[in-house]
């Protein structure tokens, strides 16, 4: 006898559409699994065979083979296990046939029969929909989440009796109280995120004001930000402050960052992430924390869990040198490649780096640092030249006096930075970018174009600077957004002076 239930696995933060086969036949009792199912797959047996039992339902002492197909990727996680169990009730006639027709099976199994949830609910449900199942069989805990791909017939489920009566007629799918998706500020707090955004405001920072003009800067146009200074001078008061002045995202882009976080399991309740992510990871975090990877599941790092959002970096210089490294391909690309022997993914990461940095191991400014010649020199090399030429907006951060009067408020400044990135999403409506960081060089003469005047001055601070390549073209993409915060679409040449005048020579 045999049946197939259809079933999603992740691959990176993406589902894969799985087909577990069941196929139950005389001989010595048995239970083997192919089709390279990782630890928890081969561990199914027992968790399916308690759960059937517990549920007053006859385990086959038959020979059983399940097989998760295709077999060219390992199945990971213990999201099949109520397919598996599904197929098994199918194969040995305890279904109809055609009860799962259309329909797609997802969720763990509890030894008491419960159907508990699965990490990545919003990447399978999307896997399945793709591929044309419209009905989804869900654990109950993720039917929000669930809810919240368009077009889907949540089925939830809490315990395997359960879904035997509803796909045998004898009960009507459950309806859980509200299933429809809940629109919210993010999947807070997790873990690496700033809980206490509703409590910050820049008004809260005195002086600073090339610093905060350069913060604006920095999250209506997405160009990367790096603030260099002593202790104390409020470097990361004003960073983690870059939450309250970013817009809410795109539908699509709130989608697709729930659906990331969905796989790491920081989307609790199905709530819809509205608002930009934000993660601050320690400087003792490893390359693969960061950029992500992993031997067995390669699962997205910090800079994936940023995207669409901001990734801060606090004690820049204390980060690992092969950490921030990793980091340079992904800053360029927007995007973090992970090759395996089996296979290559891709994660997105597109995404606003700020970073915070002493100007020495001491601390201290430069005048009274106290370093010897050799640890500063070392201290300074973990921060190569190809990472600093990525920063857009590179800051030293002077001590503000205390007679400084506070600027304008979040509220003030989201106004206009909300202005400047409306007006790049209608600049570039159709295109694969939507701010002027992610404008493609050979684009430039398109969208940021200069007329005589603007063009000997952008060459002149080329020449003077002594410029890289991405260097002039960084100048180019600011002034460009210096140009839509001042609403105007012409850039001229105050604002590729401006945008020299914070890309400074840092310490």
Request: some cysteine; aromatic content about 4%; overall charge neutral.
């Amino acid at each position: 006898m045999l049946a197939s239930v259809r079933s999603a696995t992740l691959l990176g933060v993406d589902g894969q559409l799985v087909a577990v086969e069941i196929h139950v036949s005389n001989g010595l009792p048995a239970y083997n699994v192919v089709g390279l199912p990782d630890a928890a797959g081969r561990e199914s047996r027992e968790r399916v065979r308690a759960a059937l039992l517990s549920s007053g339902l006859e385990w086959p002492m038959r020979r059983i083979t399940v097989n998760l197909a295709p077999g060219g990727f390992r199945k990971t996680g213990s999201g099949l296990e109520l397919a598996v169990a599904t197929g098994v009730l199918l194969a040995v006639g305890e279904l109809p046939q055609g009860c799962l027709d259309g329909i797609g099976v997802l969720g763990e199994l509890g030894l008491d029969g419960s159907v508990r949830p699965v990490p990545g609910t919003l990447a399978l449900v999307h896997a399945l929909r793709r591929e044309g199942y419209g009905r989804v069989v869900v654990p109950a805990a993720n039917a929000r989440e669930a809810a919240l791909v368009a077009g889907v017939d949540v089925l939830p489920v809490r315990t395997l009796p359960e879904l035997r009566a509803c796909l045998k007629s004898e009960l009507s799918w459950p309806s859980p109280d509200d299933v429809a998706p809940r629109r919210g500020s993010g999947a807070g707090p997790p873990a690496g995120t700033d809980s206490d955004a509703e409590a910050l405001d820049l008004v809260d920072v005195r002086g600073l004001k090339e610093v905060r003009l350069a913060l604006e800067i920095a999250a209506a146009g997405g160009h990367h930000l790096l603030l260099v200074g002593p202790p104390g001078v409020g470097k990361t008061m004003v960073a983690r402050r870059v939450v309250t002045i970013l817009p809410d995202l795109l539908p699509e882009e709130a989608l697709d960052v729930t659906r990331i976080h969905s796989v790491v399991g920081e989307v609790p309740d199905g709530v819809l992430m509205t608002r930009p992510p934000f993660r601050a990871p320690h400087h003792t975090a490893s390359s693969a924390a960061i950029v992500g990877g992993g031997s067995v599941r390669p699962r997205p790092g910090e800079i994936t869990l940023a995207h669409c959002g901001t990734l801060f970096m606090d004690e820049l210089g204390e980060f690992a040198p092969a950490v921030l490294d990793a980091m340079r391909q992904p800053l360029e690309e927007r995007v973090v490649r992970i090759s395996r022997q089996s296979s290559t993914l891709a994660f997105p990461a597109d995404f606003l780096l700020i970073a915070c940095s002493n100007p020495c191991p001491c601390g201290r400014a430069v005048t009274e640092c106290t370093c010897d010649p050799g640890r500063l020199a070392r201290y300074r090399r973990r921060l190569s030249a190809p990472l600093l030429d990525r920063f857009e907006l590179r800051m030293s951060v002077a001590r503000p006096d205390a007679d400084e009067q506070p600027g304008d408020p979040s509220a003030v400044v989201a106004a206009r930075v909300a202005r400047a990135v409306a007006r790049q999403r209608a600049r570039y409506d159709g295109l694969p970018w939507r701010r002027n960081a992610a404008v493609p060089a050979g684009r430039l003469r398109d969208f940021a174009p200069l007329d005589r005047v603007a063009s000997e001055v952008w060459r002149e601070i080329v020449r003077r600077r002594q410029l890289t390549g991405r260097g002039a073209v960084t100048v180019r993409k600011v002034a460009r957004t210096i140009a839509d915060l001042a609403g105007v679409d012409d850039i001229d040449p105050s604002h590729l002076l401006l945008a020299e005048s914070l890309r400074q020579d840092t310490p």
